[in-house]
């Protein structure tokens, strides 16, 4: 029937509920305005809109139990086997090769749903395109699948071009399938112009505001996914990732304090729900945001909460919007971030390694630790630590872990840099630094990180400085921040390689503009911030 997916929206959750919970002076939920057209009954119907408007935010496990209630309201409603079984893939940004276990979870989700009829041809095809990414994964590697499921609903979105939401899964698998070293954004741009179009007619959508962030977060993008960044948390405050969703975007641009306020409100709303990994996720974005602003004291504090988060943490029972692996790489990152940011190389060397189940995120600790060390002149120490890379890597390369083994040999060659540094080979060091930092632009950073430990770019600066060079230097760290706008150690290095130059103009430019973003410093100051408002006093 023409018309019949039109976006005809209903509250993603009971009206009848909410207007109880208001009646009761407590808070109604709310997840956003989603209306998925089904053929199941009217009851089975408004769960399952409200379990779609949760899936569309990430909130995993509520929209299984939600799909479970879909299917007991009306055990022919096939397509609630499909929720299942896409809220089973879980963060389909996350890179990493999905566990056997959760394949098969994901598969048996498709075969119930298969088992159950599906009462019309769309609703089939929804499922037959999701089933792509688990039938035959012991013989057809990840990607290829991912390939396929993206294709297959590609079709589906043509051949019903009025279901707006066959068209947000589409955009979606294009946005979460594209290629890293794809530097056009060819998918990513062709998904945004069609979340676009249709955010602009339902401005209500939780997934439109969603997904519009996650494929626009890239540098040269971040700026068009802002709108969305700023109306997501207001759409859907009851989901914690849509608190922390923003924060993705305005990390791109620099918008540190609006980073810090919306990863404390989604921690909160993580940790009042038990999605311990949702919190980690959003404290490691939050401690990057605090240490860009040097406001140390506060991230020292969310460091020292830390432990806690860990021991409340059961990857088993994780069905959040951060998988395992962003918060085993939380776990790691936040203290190597402390240091490093910092510039507390012994901090850094003096970290202590941990096993995981995830090698990228064990890499994390031994690249500190080699960095620290070598930036102390400790070779010996530094190259105790680079030996730890390779075992690392090869893991990874043996997993089909293909993003994440690059990852490790970037941190490795990084490493490596600073090594041969420390032990006098400078002109093998400034060789391999600069080969790492091409090998890092030539990539993109994993939506479970707000951005490398320490772009390789900027060390090529600091290295350059150590070299005397502060004209190569200055280029470097400008090159930086046109791509991770007000980073502090990188608008200090061009302050510095600007003043060594002798060229204060572009020193009183980039201190000012340290000393901006460091409004909200806490005392004492970093020795850096306190050479900034000495040169921006001085006549």
């Given at each position: 029937?023409?018309?019949?997916?039109?976006?005809?929206?209903?509250?993603?959750?009971?009206?009848?509920?909410?207007?109880?919970?208001?009646?009761?002076?407590?808070?109604?939920?709310?997840?956003?305005?989603?209306?998925?057209?089904?053929?199941?009954?009217?009851?089975?119907?408004?769960?399952?809109?409200?379990?779609?408007?949760?899936?569309?935010?990430?909130?995993?496990?509520?929209?299984?139990?939600?799909?479970?209630?879909?299917?007991?309201?009306?055990?022919?409603?096939?397509?609630?086997?499909?929720?299942?079984?896409?809220?089973?893939?879980?963060?389909?940004?996350?890179?990493?090769?999905?566990?056997?276990?959760?394949?098969?979870?994901?598969?048996?989700?498709?075969?119930?749903?298969?088992?159950?009829?599906?009462?019309?041809?769309?609703?089939?095809?929804?499922?037959?395109?999701?089933?792509?990414?688990?039938d035959d994964a012991d013989r057809i590697d990840q990607p290829a699948r991912?390939?396929?499921?993206?294709?297959?609903?590609?079709?589906?979105?043509?051949?019903?071009?009025?279901?707006?939401?066959?068209?947000?899964?589409?955009?979606?698998?294009?946005?979460?399938?594209?290629?890293?070293?794809?530097?056009?954004?060819?998918?990513?741009?062709?998904?945004?112009?069609?979340?676009?179009?249709?955010?602009?007619?339902?401005?209500?959508?939780?997934?439109?505001?969603?997904?519009?962030?996650?494929?626009?977060?890239?540098?040269?993008?971040?700026?068009?996914?802002?709108?969305?960044?700023?109306?997501?948390?207001?759409?859907?405050?009851?989901?914690?990732?849509?608190?922390?969703?923003?924060?993705?975007?305005?990390?791109?641009?620099?918008?540190?304090?609006?980073?810090?306020?919306?990863?404390?409100?989604?921690?909160?709303?993580?940790?009042?729900?038990?999605?311990?990994?949702?919190?980690?996720?959003?404290?490691?974005?939050?401690?990057?945001?605090?240490?860009?602003?040097?406001?140390?004291?506060?991230?020292?504090?969310?460091?020292?909460?830390?432990?806690?988060?860990?021991?409340?943490?059961?990857?088993?029972?994780?069905?959040?919007?951060?998988?395992?692996?962003?918060?085993?790489?939380?776990?790691?990152?936040?203290?190597?971030?402390?240091?490093?940011?910092?510039?507390?190389?012994?901090?850094?060397?003096?970290?202590?390694?941990?096993?995981?189940?995830?090698?990228?995120?064990?890499?994390?600790?031994?690249?500190?630790?080699?960095?620290?060390?070598?930036?102390?002149?400790?070779?010996?120490?530094?190259?105790?630590?680079?030996?730890?890379?390779?075992?690392?890597?090869?893991?990874?390369?043996?997993?089909?872990?293909?993003?994440?083994?690059?990852?490790?040999?970037?941190?490795?060659?990084?490493?490596?840099?600073?090594?041969?540094?420390?032990?006098?080979?400078?002109?093998?060091?400034?060789?391999?630094?600069?080969?790492?930092?091409?090998?890092?632009?030539?990539?993109?950073?994993?939506?479970?990180?707000?951005?490398?430990?320490?772009?390789?770019?900027?060390?090529?600066?600091?290295?350059?400085?150590?070299?005397?060079?502060?004209?190569?230097?200055?280029?470097?760290?400008?090159?930086?921040?046109?791509?991770?706008?007000?980073?502090?150690?990188?608008?200090?290095?061009?302050?510095?390689?600007?003043?060594?130059?002798?060229?204060?103009?572009?020193?009183?430019?980039?201190?000012?503009?340290?000393?901006?973003?460091?409004?909200?410093?806490?005392?004492?100051?970093?020795?850096?911030?306190?050479?900034?408002?000495?040169?921006?006093?001085?006549?």
């Amino acid at each position: 029937m023409p018309g019949a997916f039109r976006w005809a929206v209903v509250i993603g959750m009971a009206g009848t509920i909410g207007h109880a919970q208001e009646h009761q002076h407590a808070s109604p939920e709310q997840l956003g305005r989603v209306h998925f057209a089904t053929s199941c009954s009217a009851a089975a119907q408004q769960t399952f809109d409200r379990s779609i408007a949760l899936l569309h935010s990430f909130d995993f496990g509520r929209a299984i139990d939600g799909f479970e209630r879909t299917f007991t309201e009306d055990g022919s409603c096939a397509i609630a086997g499909w929720g299942i079984a896409l809220s089973r893939w879980n963060n389909p940004f996350a890179a990493g090769v999905k566990p056997p276990a959760q394949v098969r979870l994901g598969r048996d989700a498709i075969q119930r749903a298969r088992a159950a009829g599906a009462k019309t041809g769309r609703e089939r095809e929804y499922i037959d395109a999701a089933a792509k990414l688990f039938d035959d994964a012991d013989r057809i590697d990840q990607p290829a699948r991912v390939t396929a499921y993206r294709d297959a609903m590609a079709a589906v979105a043509a051949r019903y071009p009025d279901d707006g939401e066959a068209t947000i899964f589409y955009a979606l698998a294009l946005a979460f399938s594209a290629d890293p070293a794809d530097k056009r954004y060819a998918q990513q741009l062709k998904a945004g112009a069609m979340l676009e179009r249709l955010f602009a007619a339902q401005p209500d959508h939780p997934g439109l505001a969603h997904y519009i962030i996650h494929t626009y977060d890239v540098p040269p993008l971040a700026d068009r996914g802002l709108e969305a960044a700023r109306r997501y948390a207001r759409i859907a405050p009851s989901a914690p990732h849509a608190l922390h969703m923003p924060s993705h975007t305005f990390t791109r641009v620099g918008y540190w304090q609006e980073s810090i306020d919306t990863n404390i409100a989604a921690a909160k709303s993580a940790r009042e729900a038990g999605a311990t990994g949702e919190e980690l996720h959003a404290s490691d974005y939050q401690m990057y945001a605090f240490l860009q602003t040097a406001q140390d004291r506060a991230a020292r504090q969310l460091l020292d909460s830390l432990p806690a988060m860990v021991d409340r943490y059961d990857p088993a029972g994780n069905n959040g919007a951060a998988p395992p692996a962003a918060a085993f790489f939380a776990i790691a990152a936040m203290p190597a971030r402390y240091a490093l940011e910092r510039g507390a190389w012994r901090e850094a060397a003096s970290l202590t390694p941990r096993s995981s189940p995830f090698a990228f995120a064990d890499a994390i600790t031994h690249f500190a630790r080699a960095l620290g060390a070598a930036r102390l002149g400790d070779a010996s120490a530094a190259q105790a630590a680079v030996a730890k890379f390779g075992p690392l890597r090869e893991t990874l390369a043996a997993a089909g872990e293909a993003y994440w083994a690059e990852q490790v040999a970037i941190q490795e060659q990084v490493a490596s840099a600073w090594l041969a540094l420390a032990a006098g080979r400078r002109e093998a060091a400034l060789t391999d630094m600069r080969a790492a930092a091409d090998r890092e632009d030539a990539t993109e950073k994993n939506a479970v990180t707000p951005g490398p430990l320490a772009p390789a770019r900027e060390l090529l600066g600091d290295m350059l400085m150590e070299l005397k060079a502060p004209d190569q230097a200055l280029t470097a760290y400008e090159a930086v921040l046109k791509k991770e706008p007000n980073r502090f150690r990188a608008v200090y290095g061009a302050a510095h390689a600007g003043a060594a130059l002798g060229n204060r103009a572009a020193a009183r430019l980039h201190f000012r503009e340290l000393i901006r973003i460091c409004a909200r410093a806490e005392a004492p100051p970093r020795r850096e911030l306190a050479e900034a408002r000495r040169f921006v006093s001085a006549r």
